[in-house]
């Protein structure tokens, strides 16, 4: 793929580290944003070359007018979180559903061909479904308006390949992190606590396991995601599990955590998992090995290295 890109929640972790690997192989990159990085207070410069950003609200028909012709987007521009959708869930719903729902008529009324739809979902859709490890064909069982918002917009993306000619792809990521992270993940807090002398706050954590999955894992399965997409007919539609396909507990990733930073948790208080949360993601990566050729190589240990290594340098450089 050589053509120009529409990368919304571009300001964002992930976002920041997509338009870096799309820079990187000489493409266009459109960078669309609620926060502009280095003129939103508090949002970090982006190393150049930089996309070109677009300021605007997903939500808002105006944000869509006008946009420079793009041969594929990727939607990652969303409120993101399980617990703070809890008390939250119109909010959620209008960014996350009626945000995508204006994305895809935004790229209907390209001129050309519709451009390829690359939308970032979530392992939450699967909630509490009983499957293990969670396959793409395993009913969704949603616990949150978060994932409720994730699924509605899956459903709609599809809906949208049965109408039009659109080529789309879901992504359902599982538990991302990595230098640049959001810091009100599980990871960062504890990275925080530890940093800070604080005590760790910890969900039921020997039996809280999750498949988590560093950001290049994840940037990798969305470039072959696009190339895949590409290359289908007219109309398509394909859910992806992107994970690592490793469970652990979150005793795991703490203890792997202290021994890399060499810092032991001064107090760990120990609570009941809150609403909205499950006890376990695992992603069964079948699906996305075989027809992407997605194969996540970054072990924990060398991911939390890195990880740690971006946390605890001063000053905390974004891509
Ligand atoms: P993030 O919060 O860092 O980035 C989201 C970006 O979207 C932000 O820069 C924000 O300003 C922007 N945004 C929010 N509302 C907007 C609006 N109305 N208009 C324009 N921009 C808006 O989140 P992230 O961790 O980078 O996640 C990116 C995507 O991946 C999201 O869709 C998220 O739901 C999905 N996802 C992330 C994870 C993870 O572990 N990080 C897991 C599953 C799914």
Known sequence: MSGP??????????????????????????????????????????????????????????????????????????????????????AYLRCNLEGVAQALDACLRQKKQAPHFIFASSSSVYGGSQGRPLKESDLPAPCSPYAVSKLAAETLIQSYTRLYPLKAVVLRFFTVYGPGQRPDMALYQFAQALEQGLALTLFEPETTRRDITYISDIINGMLKAESWNSLQSASS?????????????????????EAISGLKAVEKCFLARPAGDVSETWADLTHAASLLGYTPSTSLNSGLETFWNWFSCKGKVYV
């Open 237 to 257: 539609f394909e859910v992806f599990n992107l994970g690592s396909g490793h469970p652990l507990s979150v005793s795991d990733w703490v203890n792997q955590l």
């Open 5 to 90: 890109v529409l990368v919304t929640g571009a300001a964002g972790f992930i976002g920041r580290h997509l338009c870096r690997a799309l820079l990187a192989q000489g493409r266009q990159v459109y960078g669309l944003d609620l926060r502009i990085p280095g003129k939103t207070p508090g949002l970090q410069a982006f190393a150049s070359p930089e996309p070109i950003w677009i300021q605007g609200d997903i939500c808002f028909a105006e944000t869509w007018q006008d946009l420079p012709a793009f041969e594929t987007i990727f939607h990652l521009a969303a409120l993101t979180g399980v617990r703070p959708s809890i008390h939250a869930a119109p």
